[in-house]
């Protein structure tokens, strides 16, 4: 495994790369494990919200799901972006949440996204998978007034998601077994 996007930030004048390896290196085996069992949580998430959902709600998921993976290198994630949480699965069948604002940029690190409105947050941290069309995310849950939480710091709110490309204005993570609320949280993204 890579850092994510490593040609792409090369080509873009980025200052720093992860060596391969370092993602399962800062992964917990709890994630590790959640992601083990990505294809199963993602089934019965699924089903659960088809199971329960409402006609509204359903096509408000199709609609987040649709879309063929593009390769990862081929896109530029920095910027704004709106973005949005559907929970699936385990409480409630789904809950569609509104749009919020989101962006991504480069620090000193490498590439960071901030899920900047809305009461729950994430900020965290993007890493090639071996699969050139999807990446993983490793980021940590924060509310609206607390600081922003680093990954790794408190088990209770770490997140690991995978993350596909769909178009150069749509990206989408799925976010398996969360800590609260739900199986499954797709969080979707429309560049604005």
Not at 43 to 70: Q, V
Not at 118 to 132: A, K, L, W
Request: proline fraction near 4%; charge should be positive.
């Amino acid at each position: 495994m890579r850092v994510v996007f490593l040609a792409l930030l090369a080509c873009l004048g980025a200052t720093s790369a992860r060596a391969d390896g370092e993602v399962l290196s800062k992964m917990t085996a709890a994630d590790k494990a959640k992601l083990a069992g990505f294809d199963a949580t993602r089934a019965k998430a699924i089903a659960e919200a088809r199971a329960g959902g409402s006609p509204i709600d359903l096509a408000e998921l199709d609609k987040a799901l649709s879309g063929t993976p593009k390769p990862v290198h081929d896109f530029d994630f920095k910027g704004n972006w709106r973005c949005r949480v559907l929970k699936l699965g385990k409480g409630l069948p789904i809950v569609v949440y509104p749009w919020f604002s989101c962006r991504a940029f480069e620090d000193d690190y490498s590439l960071r996204l901030e899920k900047t409105g809305g009461s729950q947050r994430t900020s965290g941290y993007f890493y090639d998978d071996d699969d050139p069309k999807r990446m993983i995310y490793l980021g940590a849950l924060h509310y609206g007034g607390d600081a922003r939480m680093l990954y790794g710091k408190d088990r209770a709110r770490d997140q690991v998601a995978y993350g596909y490309w769909l178009s150069k204005n749509r990206f989408r993570l799925e976010f398996p077994q969360p800590e609260y609320e739900s199986l499954m949280d797709v969080m979707e993204f429309e560049r604005k």
